[in-house]
């Protein structure tokens, strides 16, 4: 097997995801989770999805700061319990990690996320597709189907899906 440049030089060093997934997925899906009320109702959309003919896992990385206040803390608890209260179709793990102060934040959750897919796939040498979720947003029942239909099809290497978020309140015109 070739050396992995990116798994030398570039990846996360703490190994979140210690025992991997079971199931041996093909599609992981990446939800960075900080302060969020509701996950399980992006869970639930997820969860809800059409089965694509492959293997999909779900990776929730419930983060905050080393240097967080008590009620992040108290939210990211409850995201975690409720995370891993929703029915789930499709093997789902969830981490909690406290990042750095100076570089805390939902770019360095997703990172994590995604290094830790690709740690999967390199372990089970193989090419995955990882997409990368929001905790504050729902899909339609074809997202993971179509996702696998593109990739599949057209051979792709990268995706972009498009996205709205649910506002909350009346729409606001400047």
Sequence with gaps: MSKNTYLERYIWPQEALPK?????????????????PNISKALNALHSCYEP????????????SELAE???????????????????????????VDL????????????????????????????????CYDADCTCRPDYLQSIWTNYDRKKLNLGLVHYEHDLDGPNEEG
Aim: hydrophobic share 40%; glycine share 6%.
């Design 20 to 36: 991997g997934f079971d199931s041996n997925p093909d599609m992981i899906v990446v939800i960075p989770c900080y302060n969020e």
């Design 53 to 64: 003919p492959v293997n999909v896992a779900v990776l929730v990385v419930v983060n905050q």
């Design 70 to 96: 008590p009620a992040i803390h108290k939210q990211n608890k409850f995201s975690v319990h409720q995370a891993n209260s929703v029915p789930t179709k499709y093997e789902q793990q969830v981490i909690q």
């Design 100 to 131: 750095p102060k100076k570089h805390a934040g939902v770019g360095l959750a997703r990172k994590i996320g995604m290094d830790e897919a690709v740690r999967c796939f390199e372990q089970q040498q193989k090419d995955g597709i990882i997409i």
